[in-house]
């Protein structure tokens, strides 16, 4: 015979006791600062200075023009790297923080369940890469 398969759908929701006080758009907005924009601007911030200190530093030594060059075009490829992880971060995480955001504030997720669930894990695969 035919196998028949049950689907229960659970979403979950933050449920706030005083909504008049601290509703979901402000928590979502504190989630995205304290996991995000927190987050960014220190490895920005970070790896700026590091960039900067290691751009700056002058290989010790007699001048060789050979091996200053190949400094040089290694400082230009570690400075690349720490650009790349800062963007790659950003890449990451802003999609699962926009669709939080969405997802509080304009889709419901009662009724838009068919279309969250493809792409909340999408988006939470991604975060997590």
């Known amino acids: 015979g035919a196998v028949q398969f049950f689907v229960r759908i659970v979403v979950c929701q933050t449920c706030l006791e005083d909504s008049r006080v601290f509703d979901r758009d402000s928590y979502t907005l504190a989630v995205f600062i304290a996991t995000f924009v927190i987050p960014l601007a220190v490895l ?9 200190k290691l751009w700056g530093r002058q290989t010790p030594g007699n001048a060789d023009e050979a091996r200053d060059r190949t400094h040089a ?3 230009k490829k570690v400075v690349k790297m720490l650009a790349v992880v800062v963007i790659l ?4 995480w802003l999609p699962m923080h926009l669709f939080n955001f ?10 838009d369940y068919k279309i969250l669930q493809p792409v909340f894990f999408a988006v939470h695969w991604l975060s997590n890469a």
């Open 44 to 52: 920005a911030f970070s790896y700026t200075c590091i960039g900067v």
């Open 102 to 111: 969405f997802s509080s504030a304009i889709w419901d997720p009662m009724k």
């Open 89 to 92: 971060f950003a890449v990451c």
């Open 73 to 75: 075009k290694n400082k």
